[in-house]
């Protein structure tokens, strides 16, 4: 059977949050390695301990160019990264993207950032530790294209308005976005992160419908047909 919906229902949500939030200005970052700096250490954990992190990256002067973080041994970067959680692994990973970059790019972003979204995309999901979530955001944010970056608060949220079910996975969710937005970064930036807001403050796992921007769930039901 074929998945529809209607068009507008998503430009309509994406309309209500904008309105009752504002901007998000995302993402939180000075530069674009550190983008994808942080788009690395927040996997699995809050954006506050990643902030600390980020922290003391900059204290200790090693943010400022993949050259820099490339050079500190794996134990120190693990200590500097701590606040995130999981630093062992996050230090590999990162570790593996400075690899992937300095042996493809010659460790230059800028060179990176002249590849193409599919084959960028393809070259970053290869990086051990990269998954789909954690690339989207550095091709959204980091690299400004327009990509749809889905995340569990966006699985919550349009789950609970039928507007994707729950046995869809993460491309099937990101096409659904995809399919049924105009194709722009700017709206892809500031939609995933009213999604994140609206997951943090309302959509919890016990949902506050009565104080909600989208108001009564069914106003909003758009089935897949
Ligand atoms: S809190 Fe209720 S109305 Fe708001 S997004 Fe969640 S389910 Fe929908």
Redesign the pocket.
């Given at each position: 059977m074929r998945k529809r919906i209607n068009r507008n229902v998503l430009l309509s949500i994406y309309k209500k949050l904008y309105k009752f939030y504002s901007s998000q200005k995302w993402w939180p970052a000075d530069t674009r390695f550190e983008v994808i700096v942080g788009a690395i250490l927040t996997q699995n954990t809050s954006w506050k301990n990643v902030e600390k992190a980020i922290k003391n990256l900059k204290k200790a002067n090693v943010l400022s160019s993949p050259y820099r973080i490339g050079r500190l041994k794996k134990g120190e970067l693990s200590r500097l990264i701590k606040p995130a959680g999981y630093y062992n692994v996050k230090a590999e990973r990162l570790k593996n993207f400075l690899t992937f970059l300095t042996a493809e790019y010659s460790g230059s972003l800028n060179k990176l950032s002249h590849q193409k979204t599919e084959k960028l995309r393809q070259e970053l999901l290869g990086v051990n530790g990269i998954g789909p979530e954690t690339c989207d955001s550095i091709l959204l944010y980091a690299f400004k294209r327009p990509v749809f970056v889905v995340d569990a608060y966006t699985k919550r949220?349009f789950e609970?308005?039928k507007i994707c079910n729950k046995d869809l996975d993460y491309h099937q969710i990101q096409k659904i976005f995809m399919d049924n937005l105009p194709r722009n970064y700017k709206l892809y930036n500031e939609y995933h992160a009213l999604i994140v807001r609206?997951g943090k403050e309302?959509?919890r796992k016990l949902?506050?419908?009565k104080i909600?921007p989208?108001?009564?769930?069914k106003v909003l039901a758009n089935r897949i047909l």
């Amino acid at each position: 059977m074929r998945k529809r919906i209607n068009r507008n229902v998503l430009l309509s949500i994406y309309k209500k949050l904008y309105k009752f939030y504002s901007s998000q200005k995302w993402w939180p970052a000075d530069t674009r390695f550190e983008v994808i700096v942080g788009a690395i250490l927040t996997q699995n954990t809050s954006w506050k301990n990643v902030e600390k992190a980020i922290k003391n990256l900059k204290k200790a002067n090693v943010l400022s160019s993949p050259y820099r973080i490339g050079r500190l041994k794996k134990g120190e970067l693990s200590r500097l990264i701590k606040p995130a959680g999981y630093y062992n692994v996050k230090a590999e990973r990162l570790k593996n993207f400075l690899t992937f970059l300095t042996a493809e790019y010659s460790g230059s972003l800028n060179k990176l950032s002249h590849q193409k979204t599919e084959k960028l995309r393809q070259e970053l999901l290869g990086v051990n530790g990269i998954g789909p979530e954690t690339c989207d955001s550095i091709l959204l944010y980091a690299f400004k294209r327009p990509v749809f970056v889905v995340d569990a608060y966006t699985k919550r949220i349009f789950e609970r308005h039928k507007i994707c079910n729950k046995d869809l996975d993460y491309h099937q969710i990101q096409k659904i976005f995809m399919d049924n937005l105009p194709r722009n970064y700017k709206l892809y930036n500031e939609y995933h992160a009213l999604i994140v807001r609206l997951g943090k403050e309302v959509c919890r796992k016990l949902p506050n419908c009565k104080i909600c921007p989208l108001g009564k769930r069914k106003v909003l039901a758009n089935r897949i047909l």
